[in-house]
């Protein structure tokens, strides 16, 4: 495998100089003889390593059990990046930083793959909570500033676009094991279409279509997918924000007049505003993923978007007051 010497050695005196390191993007274990898939969120690198089998080493640039929102790119980050042959990213909106890499990464011959590309990205509108923004950076806001909501993985159906544009791009590299490449995706792809029936069935057969959560509004296109209402108190994707306490006595209100049976937490996030919400109204807390990111133990436990996903739906069952 060709690699990129003069890159690697000039990023890895950075990390020299800046003292910046980050367990997660140790690249010494990986074996040289096979293509190497660099992915920064956890759906794509699920999905890629379910496609590659053992082909292709793939490798997950966010540490596992960090916020995806929070992230910023190391120069040890940019080492993983410059060592790949194809690199996976869910879009600009999301990285706003891969922005900046592009020409290098051009340079050096590294596919670099937009999961967005062939996905049309939403605008949800996102109800005013008189949302107090003082403790917020213009970093944090970034992708709200877009217009567009980035987690369009969240909808099973953008899913399967993520695995046909994951396919190509590991073909045009191994076009020799084509046809295994394409067993796997057509399986995940099967898998993918069954997650999607069962959820319709569970949204058909329960007694509400609202999700009421106490985290950020993650799963837009999940909700537009299966006619489902999101209401949270937060107006915006940043893992800083803090909404306000008129926001957070609205959804209380809520809970109370509809009888809501649950209120969602995100993943990965202290579910500090849902536990106000559940003290106040005495119902339970469901955690609703939007599948970011892992844990360390669900990585290691190899634990699918799928798993998560239906995790998900066993969770809805009780909130929504499944019936079937």
């Known amino acids: 495998m060709k690699r990129r010497t003069l ?7 950075m990390v020299f100089i800046s003292g910046c390191t980050n367990p997660n993007d140790d690249i010494s274990n990986l074996n040289d003889a096979k293509p190497i898939i660099t992915t920064t969120l956890f759906p794509q690198y699920d999905f890629s390593k379910i496609i590659v089998g053992d082909k292709f080493d793939v490798v997950l640039l966010l540490p596992p059990g960090v916020e995806a929102h929070s992230f910023d790119l190391s120069p040890k980050d940019m080492t993983t990046i410059l060592s790949s042959d194809i690199f996976i990213y869910t879009s600009l909106v999301m990285e706003p930083w891969v922005k900046n890499i592009l020409e290098s990464l051009e340079a050096e011959e590294i596919l670099a793959i937009d999961l967005s590309t062939e996905i049309e990205l939403k605008n949800f509108e996102y109800e005013d909570h008189d ?23 969240t909808d099973p159906m953008n899913a399967i676009i993520m695995v046909d544009e994951i396919l190509k791009a590991v073909i045009s590299i191994d076009k020799e094991n084509e046809q295994f490449y394409i067993e796997n995706a057509q399986k995940l792809k099967s898998d993918l279409i069954k997650l999607d029936e069962d959820i319709r069935y569970v949204v058909e057969n329960s007694e509400s ?30 893992p800083n924000a803090e909404p306000s306490a008129q926001a957070i006595a609205n959804i209380i209100k809520t809970v109370k007049d509809t009888n809501a049976k649950a209120i969602f937490y995100e993943e990965l996030v202290d579910p500090k505003v849902s536990k106000t919400i559940s003290d106040q109204t005495g119902v339970q807390m469901l ?12 990585l290691e436990k190899n634990v699918h978007y799928i798993d998560i996903m239906y995790n998900n739906l066993e969770n809805l069952k009780k909130g929504l007051g499944y019936n079937g």
């Open 209 to 238: 279509k609202t999700i009421i959560s106490g985290g950020h509004f993650a799963l837009g296109y999940f909700a537009n997918r299966y006619g489902l209402e999101y209401i949270s108190p937060y107006d915006g994707f940043s």
């Open 7 to 13: 890159y690697i050695l000039l990023v890895f005196l």
């Open 131 to 153: 949302h107090d923004h003082e403790n917020e950076n213009e970093n944090e806001h970034k992708h709200e500033e877009s217009g567009y909501d980035p987690h369009y993985w």
């Open 287 to 298: 955690e609703l993923n939007a599948a970011h990111n892992v844990s360390k133990e669900q």
